[in-house]
C-alpha cells in the first residue's frame, strides 16, 4: 500500500534545503548516482538500496523525465533487497559435509580452515541461486511545497528513506507534526504547555 | 537528523478523543474556517485503545459502528486512551477512509475518492491532489481541535461535557 496505488499509507516530511539552478538534470543525476545496482559479483546476505523509478523496480536510468518528474512532484522509489538462507538447513548440511570429510579421509576432525571453506562454497552456491526479498518504499516529493511523502510508517524504513535521501540531495527530511501547521504560532505554544488529560477523560 | 516541532503523544489520543466525542455531538458536522468549509466526519468500523504511557493499541473494537458501544466507552472509563480510529471524510461528494493514529497520527490506508483519468502519470497526480485535499481537511480538524483545547472554555465546559458523554450508562 503506497502512493502510487491502494490505500495510502504515507508519513509526511518537510525538506529543509534549497534546490540550485538547473534543478532538474541535477536530480536526474543524483538519483543515477545512487540508483539500485546489483554488484558485480552477485549477492550474498547484505541488503542491498538505491533509488528506481516508481512505476519500475528495474528503471534505474531515469532517462524519461516523465517517469520521475511530474510538475510539482518529484517521484521515485527505494528499493530494497535482502538475501536470506535458512540458517537451519545451512548448519545441517555444513555438518553433513564434515562428516562426509572426515569419511574419506579417515580423520577424527575437520580443520576449521576446512570446515569455513566447505561453510563458504556452500553459501556461494545457494546464494547465487537464491532470489533476493524485494521492498518497495514510495517517495513523492513537492519541490515547490518543499514537502515529501514516504510511503511507509516503518520506522525502519522511514530511517532508510531519509538516511539516503540526505546522501542523495544533501537535503534533509523533518517529520510533520500537526504543530508545523497552525497559523498561530502562539496556539502550538499553548498546546504543547497543555497536560494529558486526567484519566484519559476527565 | 531533527524534526520539525515535537508532538507530545498525548495530544495525538486527545486530539481523536475530541475528534469522535465532536463527532457525534454535532451529527458528524463540522464546519471549518476557510479553505476548508463543511465537512462531515465520523468514526467509521475501528477504534483501539492503550494505556496512557504505551506506544501500542491493547484493545481493538471492530464491527458495525464500534464507537457507540458500551466497550468503548468502558475502555476510556478505565483509563485507556485511544490509539487509532478508522475516520470516514465527506467533503462535497468527495470521500475518504483511513486510519488515523499512533502517537504522532499517522496515516494508514487512506482510501481516496477515484477519479477518471486518461494515464498513470494524470492518475497519481489526482491522487496526490486527493492527499492534499485530504491532509488540508486534517489539518482543519486538528486546528479546530487546538483552539478549543487551548481556549478558556475548555476546562469549565468542554471537559464536563466530555466526561459525561463518555461516561458508561449505569446498568
Request: charged content about 25%; some cysteine; glycine content about 8%.
Amino acid at each position: 500500500m503506497g502512493i502510487l496505488s491502494g490505500g495510502m499509507t504515507v508519513r509526511r516530511f518537510r525538506v529543509e534545503g534549497t534546490l540550485s539552478a538547473g534543478w532538474r538534470e541535477n536530480l536526474r543525476e543524483q538519483l543515477v548516482n545512487m540508483a539500485f545496482r546489483e554488484p558485480p559479483n552477485g549477492q550474498r546476505g547484505e541488503e542491498l538500496e538505491g533509488w528506481v523509478q516508481i512505476d519500475d523496480l528495474l528503471g534505474t536510468d531515469f532517462a524519461n523525465p516523465n517517469a520521475w518528474l511530474i510538475q510539482p512532484w518529484v517521484v521515485f522509489a527505494l528499493r530494497v533487497d535482502k538475501k536470506t538462507l535458512p540458517a537451519n538447513l545451512l548448519k545441517a548440511t555444513v555438518a553433513k559435509q564434515c562428516r562426509e570429510w572426515c569419511e574419506e579421509r579417515g580423520a577424527e576432525r575437520i580443520p576449521a580452515s576446512e570446515k569455513k571453506r566447505l561453510k563458504e562454497e556452500l553459501e556461494d552456491r545457494w546464494y547465487s541461486t537464491q532470489l533476493p526479498r524485494v521492498s518497495l518504499v514510495e517517495v513523492a516529493w513537492n519541490v515547490v511545497d518543499q514537502v515529501a511523502l514516504v510511503g511507509t510508517t516503518s520506522e525502519k524504513g522511514i530511517e532508510r528513506v531519509r538516511t539516503r535521501f540526505h546522501r542523495t540531495f544533501g537535503l534533509e527530511l523533518h517529520a510533520w507534526s500537526p504543530l508545523d501547521d497552525l497559523d498561530d504560532t502562539l496556539l502550538g505554544e499553548d498546546l504543547l504547555a497543555t497536560t494529558p488529560m486526567a484519566g484519559g477523560v476527565a | 537528523m531533527s524534526d520539525s516541532t515535537p508532538f507530545p503523544p498525548h495530544l495525538a489520543a486527545e486530539f481523536l478523543l475530541w475528534f469522535w466525542w465532536r463527532s457525534e455531538r454535532d451529527a458528524t458536522v463540522f464546519d471549518l474556517p476557510a479553505p476548508v468549509g463543511r465537512v462531515e466526519a465520523w468514526v467509521d468500523d475501528r477504534l483501539s485503545f492503550r494505556p496512557p504511557g504505551g506506544d501500542r493499541a491493547t484493545a481493538v473494537l471492530t464491527g458495525e459502528n464500534p464507537s457507540a458501544t458500551l466497550e468503548a466507552r468502558a475502555a476510556l472509563a478505565g483509563g485507556k486512551v485511544l490509539h487509532d480510529v478508522r475516520v470516514h471524510l465527506k467533503r462535497d461528494d468527495r470521500e475518504y477512509t483511513l486510519q488515523l493514529g499512533g502517537t504522532t497520527l499517522d496515516v494508514r490506508g487512506l482510501k481516496l475518492p477515484k477519479l477518471p483519468t486518461e494515464n498513470a502519470e494524470e492518475a497519481l497526480l489526482d491522487r496526490l491532489d486527493r492527499y492534499g485535499e485530504f491532509h488540508l481537511v486534517l489539518q482543519g480538524l486538528f486546528a479546530a481541535f487546538a483552539a478549543e483545547r487551548t481556549g478558556p472554555a475548555w476546562k469549565q465546559e468542554a471537559v464536563p461535557s466530555l466526561a459525561a458523554w463518555a461516561r458508561p450508562p449505569a446498568s
